[in-house]
């Protein structure tokens, strides 16, 4: 063993110096192995067989999606691994970990690491960034990348005493379950906000005193497209916005003045149309800025509004796949990169509106809800810095 230097932060009362231990001579290393698949007395049994691909982030892991049977594991190099044990992902995704809640095997994809009374397996997952690292590093092959179980047997790791390991590990639980509780939070309001765009803009439901129908207009009653261009360059290169988030681009290229009077100006309240087509968007989509006054790219058409309109309404209702999918369905032809916009027929695509009393309770509900996924993702993404700052300076 070996002495090493001490971290930055420590709890109170210990002051021992870590000890750079190999991993392979403070746990057991353990592959897995798959049975044969064509023997049915093998499959569908009690004993969890997880495969890399079920290694998803989550802490711990308790059903595997195929199982086997006690004459499979027995017939094959699968190992069944004591509960605790710490599954670490040998190929395909490398260096992935989970803690196994009940006694399991896995397959061939596997080193993973039974821990005993000496070594905290809540520590050893805490120390996953490090150890991933490490796999990534050194793993090997020609076919596919893969490291070896004499290479985790060989990672050296720095040890403190058993009391502290579990002192750190508690504490990374806590922050991870801290972490994971937002993330739910989040999750379950993403999932409020989709089912009230989904029944408010079906008109499904309504807000009490609402009655009327809502009214059909055709889309060039509510926005024209801009023709403004920066031909004075009153924007330069730091005022060119991303579609996507409508924030200023964080990557773009010194350009010559005559290619940037071509940018086309976006006002607040203007929308622009973004012509990339994905699983959530079939033929694009239209994004509304609600940043800052700035500058796009002539290829992203932009329209201004032309009468009165709830920004909070229409941000939500003009991005609305639900909404959108048919009149782009009819204005939109595919192209090489992306997908370019009829103005002419986009113009005479009809659009249900309601009153703009109606507009502003929509929009306000709807951004209530987005604000309260913000303020969750910020403390996300807080207790995630708080998370990488302890493991800097509590852990060696």
Same mark, same amino acid.
């Given at each position: 063993?070996?002495?090493?230097?001490?971290?930055?932060?420590?709890?109170?009362?210990?002051?021992?110096? @870590?000890?750079?231990?190999?991993?392979?001579?403070?746990?057991?290393?353990? +592959? $897995?192995?798959?049975?044969? /698949?064509?023997?049915?007395?093998?499959?569908?049994?009690?004993?969890? @067989?997880?495969?890399?691909?079920?290694?998803? $982030?989550?802490?711990?892991?308790?059903?595997? %999606?195929?199982?086997?049977?006690?004459?499979?594991?027995?017939? /094959?190099?699968?190992?069944?691994?004591?509960?605790?044990?710490?599954?670490?992902?040998?190929?395909?995704?490398? $260096?992935?970990?989970?803690?196994?809640? %009940?006694?399991?095997?896995? !397959?061939?994809?596997?080193?993973?690491?039974?821990?005993?009374?000496?070594?905290?397996?809540?520590?050893?997952?805490? &120390?996953?960034?490090?150890?991933?690292?490490?796999?990534?590093?050194?793993?090997?092959?020609?076919?596919?990348?893969?490291?070896?179980?004499?290479?985790?047997?060989?990672?050296?790791?720095?040890?403190?005493?058993?009391?502290?390991?579990? %002192?750190?590990?508690?504490?990374?639980?806590?922050?991870?379950?801290?972490?994971?509780?937002?993330?739910?939070?989040?999750?379950?309001?993403?999932?409020?906000?989709?089912?009230? &765009?989904?029944?408010?803009?079906?008109?499904? @439901?309504?807000?009490?005193?609402?009655?009327?129908? @809502?009214?059909?207009?055709?889309?060039?009653?509510?926005?024209?497209?801009?023709?403004?261009?920066?031909?004075?360059?009153?924007?330069?290169?730091?005022?060119?916005?991303?579609?996507?988030?409508?924030?200023?681009?964080?990557?773009?290229?010194?350009?010559?003045?005559?290619?940037?009077?071509?940018?086309?100006?976006?006002?607040?309240?203007?929308?622009?149309?973004?012509?990339?087509?994905?699983?959530?968007?079939?033929?694009?989509?239209?994004?509304? !800025?609600?940043?800052?006054?700035?500058?796009?790219?002539?290829?992203?058409?932009?329209?201004?509004?032309?009468? %009165?309109?709830?920004?909070?309404?229409?941000?939500?209702?003009?991005?609305?796949?639900?909404?959108? =999918?048919?009149?782009?369905?009819?204005?939109?032809?595919?192209?090489?990169?992306?997908?370019?916009?009829?103005? +002419?027929?986009? !113009? !005479?695509?009809?659009?249900?509106?309601?009153?703009?009393?109606?507009?502003?309770?929509?929009?306000?509900?709807?951004?209530?809800?987005?604000?309260?996924?913000?303020?969750?993702?910020?403390?996300?993404? =807080?207790?995630?810095?708080?998370?990488?700052?302890?493991?800097?300076?509590?852990?060696?």
């Amino acid at each position: 063993m070996t002495e090493i230097k001490q971290p930055k932060l420590r709890f109170s009362g210990f002051t021992d110096p @870590w000890e750079q231990r190999k991993l392979g001579d403070v746990t057991r290393i353990i +592959g $897995g192995g798959t049975p044969d /698949s064509h023997n049915p007395q093998y499959w569908n049994g009690e004993v969890n @067989w997880f495969t890399p691909t079920e290694i998803d $982030g989550s802490h711990y892991v308790k059903f595997s %999606k195929r199982k086997i049977t006690k004459e499979g594991l027995k017939k /094959s190099s699968a190992k069944l691994l004591p509960a605790g044990s710490v599954l670490l992902t040998s190929r395909a995704t490398i $260096g992935d970990m989970a803690i196994i809640l %009940k006694p399991s095997a896995t !397959n061939q994809g596997f080193q993973s690491i039974a821990t005993n009374a000496n070594i905290s397996n809540e520590f050893i997952y805490a &120390m996953e960034p490090k150890i991933k690292a490490y796999a990534l590093k050194h793993a090997a092959g020609s076919t596919f990348l893969e490291i070896s179980s004499h290479e985790v047997k060989n990672m050296k790791i720095p040890f403190p005493s058993y009391d502290e390991q579990s %002192k750190l590990g508690d504490l990374s639980v806590t922050i991870g379950n801290l972490i994971a509780a937002n993330q739910d939070k989040i999750n379950q309001l993403k999932q409020l906000k989709k089912l009230l &765009m989904q029944k408010i803009f079906s008109q499904e @439901w309504r807000f009490k005193g609402f009655t009327d129908p @809502w009214e059909q207009r055709k889309f060039e009653s509510l926005f024209r497209k801009s023709r403004i261009k920066n031909i004075h360059l009153k924007y330069s290169e730091s005022d060119i916005l991303s579609v996507a988030s409508m924030e200023p681009s964080a990557n773009h290229r010194h350009s010559s003045d005559e290619y940037m009077k071509s940018y086309n100006v976006i006002y607040i309240n203007d929308i622009a149309f973004e012509g990339h087509t994905s699983k959530e968007f079939k033929f694009g989509r239209f994004v509304m !800025n609600d940043r800052q006054d700035g500058i796009v790219s002539h290829v992203f058409d932009v329209f201004r509004p032309i009468t %009165k309109l709830s920004p909070k309404f229409i941000k939500y209702f003009i991005h609305d796949e639900a909404i959108m =999918q048919k009149p782009l369905l009819f204005s939109t032809s595919n192209a090489r990169m992306l997908n370019s916009l009829n103005v +002419g027929e986009l !113009n !005479n695509q009809i659009l249900s509106i309601p009153s703009i009393k109606e507009q502003e309770k929509i929009g306000k509900i709807i951004n209530v809800t987005e604000f309260l996924i913000a303020a969750n993702q910020k403390k996300v993404d =807080q207790l995630k810095q708080l998370k990488k700052y302890l493991m800097q300076n509590m852990f060696v």
